[in-house]
């Protein structure tokens, strides 16, 4: 086959996108001889080496080991940044492990939980990782006060309009044991610069 046939370019592309997806599901190492063995054996009918509830639960168990192996290692490079984090000059730690530097103080109200407020934010992972910024997209966000993470709902309470802080949010503040889509992975403490331009 070669990309000079329909089918030839129609393969190659199949295999673009299923590779792509496997990278976007964390997937790297793979045995590609194993990989095509199984493909052929499913396109041709043939008994495959092992039974589907077995894939499965082969799938199943490789994500949860690899859920487990990287939330233990966010988890620890976590609290290592928070513990020196906390001794730098302006920085102040709360009872709930929320740590927070104000760099804009504000003179407006506070916000209630029940409050909606617009804000300008950007959040990176502790090694510089930018996984959202209403700031980069240009367009301020709204959400209620109580529609956020633990971290947010406790901050958002404390800041004055017209401020912005940065926020240090251990991972039990934040998007937990489970993480959130691809870019935010399990156990990951967070760090967001958050503007709070108004309660609306």
Request: proline share 4%.
């Amino acid at each position: 086959m070669s990309l000079e046939t329909q089918v030839g370019k129609f393969s190659y592309a199949i295999g673009l996108s299923l590779a792509s997806n496997m990278l976007q599901s964390g997937i790297k190492l793979v045995e590609l001889d194993m990989l095509f063995d199984a493909i052929k054996d499913v396109m041709d009918g043939k008994q495959p080496k092992i039974s589907p509830q077995e894939a499965n639960a082969v799938i199943e168990t490789y994500f949860k080991l690899r859920q487990e192996n990287e939330g233990a290692e966010n988890s620890a490079s976590g609290e290592k940044f928070m513990a020196e984090n906390k001794e730098k000059q302006g920085v102040i730690t709360l009872d709930s492990g929320l740590q927070y530097e104000v760099l804009t103080p504000g003179t407006g109200k506070k916000p209630q939980e029940s409050d909606t407020v617009k804000c300008h934010y950007h959040g990176t992972l502790i090694n510089g990782t930018v996984f959202d910024s209403s700031v980069e997209r240009g367009q301020p966000a709204e959400f209620p006060v109580n529609g956020v993470i633990k971290g947010w709902v406790e901050a958002l309470q404390l800041m004055e309009v017209g401020s912005k802080w940065r926020l240090f949010v251990p991972h039990q503040l934040a998007y937990g044991e489970q993480g959130a889509g691809a870019a935010i992975g399990p156990k990951s403490t967070l760090i967001f610069e958050v503007e709070l331009l108004d309660i609306v």
